[in-house]
């Protein structure tokens, strides 16, 4: 099974910050790579897909990036309404998801 | 408008079966793969498995081989999970959710708590 390491588990930030989340996958995965964003009480919501490609409705302050093995979210400025929680999935084989990122004010 | 829309909350006991709805609607129901994602309070997201609503193949994650089934009716767009011998730690919100419009899980369902408690 692919694992899909996540980090930090936790942040704390302000409103205007930048960001980063880091998912490390255990075997080189291409671009397959999802993000997603949960509140409490609320099913995830996609942010990012295929590492890079901005989901329809998603505000540009979000960005994906990586390839193979490597992959981050980047929040360039930071809004209330981000603080949630961060999950990364990888699709390349199967479906396995990070453990979370919960951004916290 | 494209949804899913499952079942209510459970509460069961140890050892007993729980069978979770998942209705959708807005699409072409056959035409896309449908998943099940659980999720622990307090705990990350857990994927289940899959079915393909057109043919009823499915593919469990090896956690669950045994004791989660899927399946579907097409007359009524609606998929189902059911999960037998409960214990206490699959107590979760189980969700379904599918990759309409790009190659990730774009849509959900609003969640299904189920309970499992003596």
């Known amino acids: 099974d692919i694992q899909m390491t996540q980090s930090p588990s936790s942040l704390s930030a302000s409103v205007g910050d930048r960001v980063t989340i880091t998912c490390r996958a255990s075997?080189?995965?291409?671009?397959?790579v999802n993000w997603y964003q949960q509140r409490p009480g609320k099913a995830p919501k996609l942010l990012i897909y295929t590492a890079s490609s901005l989901q329809s409705g998603v505000p540009s302050r979000f960005r994906g990036s990586g390839s193979g093995r490597e992959f981050t979210l980047t929040i360039s400025s930071l809004q209330p309404e981000d603080f949630a929680t961060y999950y990364c999935?990888?699709?390349?084989?199967?479906?396995?998801f990070g453990q979370g990122t919960k951004l916290e004010i | 408008q494209v949804q899913l829309v499952q079942s209510g909350a459970e509460m069961k006991k140890p050892g007993a079966s729980v069978k979770v709805s998942c209705k959708a609607s807005?699409?072409?129901?056959?035409?896309?793969?449908l998943h099940w994602v659980r999720q622990a309070p307090g705990q990350g997201l857990e994927w289940m498995g899959w079915?393909?609503?057109?043919?009823?193949?499915?593919d469990y994650a090896q956690t669950f081989q045994g004791r989660v089934t899927m399946t579907r009716d097409t007359s009524i767009s609606t998929a189902y999970m059911e999960m037998s011998r409960l214990r206490s730690d699959d107590t979760a919100v189980y969700y379904c959710?599918?990759?309409?419009?790009?190659?990730?899980?774009?849509?959900w369902g609003q969640g299904t708590v189920v309970t499992v408690s003596s």
């Open positions: 959710t599918t990759l309409l419009a790009v190659d990730a899980f774009d849509i």
């Open positions: 079915i393909n609503p057109q043919s009823g193949v499915t």
């Open positions: 999935q990888q699709s390349y084989i199967s479906e396995t």
């Open positions: 807005g699409y072409t129901f056959t035409g896309y793969y």
């Open positions: 075997q080189s995965i291409s671009s397959s």
